[in-house]
């Protein structure tokens, strides 16, 4: 069924080249070309860009030539650091804020303050990409330490989670628009309010953080853009959702371990954000801050969902995982929430439009089975190769043994097996780095043709 949306320091540069028509299918993962510098790149300052939803953004900047400082802790998350040390200015700072005794904040003595690299410099940013801001204190302390340093646009990468501590919706569209994430007003009892924001604890929080910045901008302070992902799945993650998933279709019969489907969701429609259709929002929104491609005031103050166009339910999207991974069938068990062991989604008030984004600046999700085959792709050549994430595959297989608790060692067993025979009868060569590069696609920036207009949301019940 089709649904149909109204109004639907010493860093290394890269340099842009055109592509022939033959290698126009770029890639985010390639590896690092080194060039000389891009003359009038951006100067991007890139919070917490070494993590799983945020690593393709730091590689997308810098393989289009501009100036990266990527502000981190520093931890080793599977190879994202080593390929990007060499290309990008690294300020290594925890700016988790501490907290006194009594539970209050310490954002005069934590956090950001403490980044010497940051203190002591004066750079001036034309964009700052903020994937790290988790409560309403670190994003004061941000947009404090930043005063006067944002030339451009602060980026805030937010969540679809601020959906789930908003008032009802007034409209009777089966999907979220970005107006939807409103708190009640005082017409509803502070019981009520209290309680809404109950309803998710991370969902109140990066709401929190989104009125600072609104906040901030009214009081005269730097233009900003939020951009609010749903169900996040790629490669190279370290919630391991789809990664297990991937796995589970193909044990599920074999081991008679069918995958869970969560009584109350059955008929609820799902929406996915695939990592590098968020490094495509963020330069397109970067690049119409900057009235490089018209009209900043379009993205000023501005949401932007941020998904595919599909919104399989729970068993349509278990099946679309089970495609490229050659399961043809996929056993499901209904069960209660509280029993059972759903990873999609992490909110429940439903699938989101993506229609603003996609007229506002031309953003333009991936298919969600192209996304999911490559997804596929790169967790099996990772699971053959066996050596080169190794620590990350053992550090998979723990996870996944807490949480399927009993049936969880026979999984690993069973998993493990079938790879070894694998290894010995397939003919395999060692994954390289451009082997692995060659997994997850960059798309060129597809325009939408005919620009404006209304847009298809596929929607598929299981």
């Not at 589970?248 to 371990?257: D, E, G, R, S, Y």
């Not at 029993?339 to 999609?344: A, D, F, N, R, T």
Request: net charge neutral; with cysteine.
């Amino acid at each position: 069924m089709a649904i149909s949306h109204g109004g639907s320091n010493n860093s290394t540069y890269f340099g842009n080249y055109t592509q022939p028509q033959s290698l126009r299918v770029a890639l985010f993962l390639a590896p690092f070309v080194l060039s000389a510098q891009v003359v009038g790149g951006w100067s991007v300052l890139v919070l917490g860009g070494t993590g799983f939803r945020g690593h393709l953004t730091t590689e997308r900047l810098v393989r289009d030539g501009h100036n990266v400082t990527v502000l981190s802790r520093g931890n080793k998350y599977w190879d994202v650091l080593e390929r990007l040390q060499n290309h990008i200015t690294l300020w290594m700072c925890n700016r988790t804020l501490a907290r006194e005794h009594g539970g209050g904040v310490l954002p005069k003595s934590s956090g950001l303050v403490n980044c010497t690299d940051l203190v002591s410099s004066n750079i001036t940013f034309d964009a700052v990409v903020d994937f790290s801001s988790r409560t309403s204190d670190e994003m004061k302390q941000a947009v404090q330490m930043l005063k006067g340093r944002v030339s451009g646009i602060y980026v805030y990468i937010s969540s679809h989670s601020v959906y789930d501590v908003s008032k009802n919706s007034t409209h009777s569209e089966p999907f979220l628009f970005e107006a939807d994430a409103e708190r009640p007003g005082r017409d509803v009892s502070p019981l009520e309010r209290y309680g809404l924001k109950e309803k998710s604890v991370a969902g109140d929080s990066t709401l929190e953080c989104e009125e600072v910045l609104t906040r901030q901008y009214n009081a005269g302070g730097f233009p900003f853009v939020t951009l609010r992902l749903a169900n996040v799945f790629g490669p190279k993650e370290n919630t391991i959702r789809y990664w297990l998933l991937h796995l589970w279709v193909k044990a599920c019969v074999a081991l008679t371990l069918p995958l869970h489907v969560d009584l109350s969701l059955t008929e609820t429609p799902l929406s996915l954000t695939y990592t590098p259709d968020i490094a495509q929002a963020v330069v397109k929104v970067i690049s119409k801050a900057l009235n490089e491609t018209c009209c900043p005031e379009q993205v000023y103050a501005e949401a932007f969902n941020l998904a595919c166009e599909e919104m399989p339910t729970q068993r349509v999207l278990y099946n679309m995982i089970a495609e490229p991974a050659g399961m043809p069938y996929v056993e499901t068990q209904e069960i209660p929430r509280n029993k059972s062991i759903v990873l999609y989604p992490d909110n429940l008030r439903g699938p989101v439009s993506v229609a603003k984004a996609q007229n506002h600046f031309r953003w333009a999700p991936t298919d969600a089975s192209k996304a999911f085959r490559s997804v596929a792709r790169f967790y099996e050549r990772i699971m053959l190769d066996g050596k080169k994430h190794k620590v990350q595959i053992d550090l998979m297989y723990a996870k996944v043994k807490s949480m399927l608790g009993e049936d969880g060692p026979r999984f690993v067993e069973w998993t493990r097996a079938r790879y070894a025979d694998r290894q010995k009868t397939e003919l395999y060569d060692e994954l390289d780095d451009e082997d692995e590069d060659d997994i997850i696609m960059a798309r060129q920036d597809p325009g939408r043709p005919g620009g404006k207009g209304k847009s298809k949301r596929k929607t598929t019940k299981g």
